[in-house]
């Protein structure tokens, strides 16, 4: 470290890598990894779990859950892209065919 560095600088740095190193060892070990992949395998199983409860207490309630609500987002999407669709569809047709003036409707 050089020595122009002021006091409270060269303090923060010393702690730094005096916790900074073993931390980074353990984070690059196996172990970590093994842990980090167990923990989410079982946060995701819990989830599952608590999603299923409150879905069927919801539904016992009558009420929407939250894969009911995905669902019809995913529906009212669906049918917005078509709509729009079929607008895109019409606008086009209108375009090709002529214009037909009042005499030749009478």
Same mark, same amino acid.
């Given at each position: 470290?050089?020595? *122009? ?15 900074? =190193?073993?931390? =980074? ?8 990894? *093994? ?5 989410? #395998?079982? #946060?995701?199983?819990? =989830? ?7 879905? #069927? ?10 894969? *009911?609500?995905?669902?019809?987002? !995913? !529906?009212?999407?669906?049918? =917005?892209?078509?709509?729009? !669709? ?8 209108? *375009? ?11």
């Amino acid at each position: 470290m050089p020595a *122009d560095q002021p006091l409270w600088l060269r303090a923060v740095l010393r702690v730094e890598r005096t916790i900074g =190193e073993p931390i =980074e060892s353990a984070v690059r070990s196996d172990t970590y990894f *093994d842990l980090i992949s167990t923990t989410t #395998r079982v #946060r995701r199983k819990v =989830e599952g779990a608590a999603e299923g409860v409150s879905r #069927r207490c919801l539904h016992m309630l009558n009420l929407p859950a939250g894969s *009911d609500i995905r669902r019809m987002r !995913q !529906q009212l999407s669906r049918i =917005e892209r078509r709509l729009n !669709q079929l607008s895109h569809d019409v606008s086009e047709l209108d *375009d090709q065919v002529p214009p037909v003036r009042r005499s030749q409707v009478t």
